[in-house]
């Protein structure tokens, strides 16, 4: 055990840090982002933006990024239809570091957290990383939760805090606003539903069922849809309580002035960049296609991505196609892969890989 091993904290000792590969490939499909860069116009835009809050730079930022938040106030209320004012968001460096800040402050030592697996390991490495207690409960066959049975799971365990996440990463799947209400009405404590790939959804976003639930927070991230996973920015709704228990735990200053800035800029080009979410979304639907035309199990996808299987070894599928210049995700579902939908030349080399692999793997297969 080295010297710094045994003055590490217990709990974290052999641990691995996540880790999604960054690898130099022609094709990278493997951590969900926008395959669009942002348009030349907004990149005009947040460059005079930034230039002119660096005037600034010897002062310290708006600790409260009011002027940010009051911008995704209206942003979300104009998206989901529902009225939702600054008091009631929060932004923060990507939506990890709100679930970060959210554990901090409702999760902790002898707390513990509930999540549905497979979901976002992050939820579970977080709680590692805060000291919380993280309680994995299986998911129906075919990923999805039925209102009754997770209300029960829940009711059963009595977490500090629930994870839900909609559209589900990595499945893909959306809940029916009916399981986040029967998942609230059973929980005593917060209700974290994590809308990441929100805008890629056709359902209602949980934000809708905010007006008396206390409890219920939902995250978002301008990381997928947006565009703007450079950028790091993510954010949650919730009851102006939550967001006063979060000013407990953030540190002070932790949105520099020029993410403010940035973000403020993306933000007032939001119709032009969501514009890409059809064309993702088309592409997705051709994964889809394309990959059940080849024989393979695929799970129906709400979101930018898609899990597909069911492969005797995912990690040499995995190999296979990482050999033929394009990059998907190994999650750690044995069986399963996950691919991210880029653009049209993306899905093109992506299927061409896949069978071309299919293709030489039951060539090999014969031949053994
Ligand atoms: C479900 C989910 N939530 C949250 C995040 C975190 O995104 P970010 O920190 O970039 O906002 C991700 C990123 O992959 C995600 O898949």
């Known amino acids: 055990m080295s010297q710094i091993d045994k003055l590490l904290r217990e709990d974290l000792l052999g641990r691995s840090p996540y880790g999604a590969p960054q690898l130099d490939v022609a094709v990278r499909l493997n951590t969900n982002e926008n ?7 907004l990149v005009a835009d947040l460059a005079a933006r930034v230039a002119a809050a660096a005037e600034n730079l010897n002062r310290y930022p708006d600790r409260d990024a009011v002027a940010l938040r009051s911008d995704l106030a209206d942003y979300l209320s104009a998206r989901t239809g529902q009225p939702v004012d600054v008091r009631q968001v929060w932004a923060a460096n990507g939506s990890n570091e709100i679930l970060q800040q959210l554990l901090q402050a409702f999760g902790g030592p002898g707390r513990h957290a509930l999540g549905f697996d497979p979901t976002y390991s992050m939820h579970a490495l977080i709680c590692v990383g805060t000291g919380t207690g993280y309680l994995s409960m299986p998911r129906l066959p075919g990923f999805g939760l039925e209102p009754e049975a997770a209300a029960l799971v829940v009711r059963e365990h009595a977490p500090d805090v629930v994870f839900l996440c909609s559209p589900n990463n990595p ?46 927070v939902v995250t978002r991230t301008m990381s997928k849809a947006f565009a703007f996973a450079g950028g790091r920015l993510g954010y949650l709704a919730a009851a102006p309580d939550v967001v006063a228990a979060l000013q407990l735990v953030r540190l002070p200053y932790h949105l520099s002035t020029l993410s403010q800035a940035a973000a403020r800029a993306a933000l007032a080009h939001a119709p032009e960049v969501l514009a890409t979410v059809e064309a993702v979304k088309g592409q997705r639907d051709r994964l889809v296609d394309g990959m059940r035309a080849l024989g393979l199990e695929v799970v129906d996808s709400d979101a930018n991505f898609v899990l597909f299987g069911e492969f005797g070894d995912q990690a040499a599928t995995w190999q296979g196609l990482l050999d033929r210049g394009v990059l998907v995700r190994d999650v750690g579902i044995r069986g399963w892969l996950r691919v991210t939908a880029g653009t049209e030349v993306e899905t093109t080399a992506f299927l061409d890989a896949l069978s071309e692999g299919l293709r030489d793997a039951a060539t090999n297969q014969r031949g053994a």
């Open 171 to 216: 499945t893909g799947t959306a809940l029916d606003l009916e399981v986040v209400a029967a998942v609230y009405e059973a929980a005593r404590g917060l209700v974290v539903v994590d809308e990441a790939y929100g805008e890629f959804s056709t359902r209602p976003s949980a934000v809708t069922l905010l007006p008396g639930r206390e409890r219920l």
């Open 35 to 41: 395959p669009h860069p942002p348009p030349p116009q």
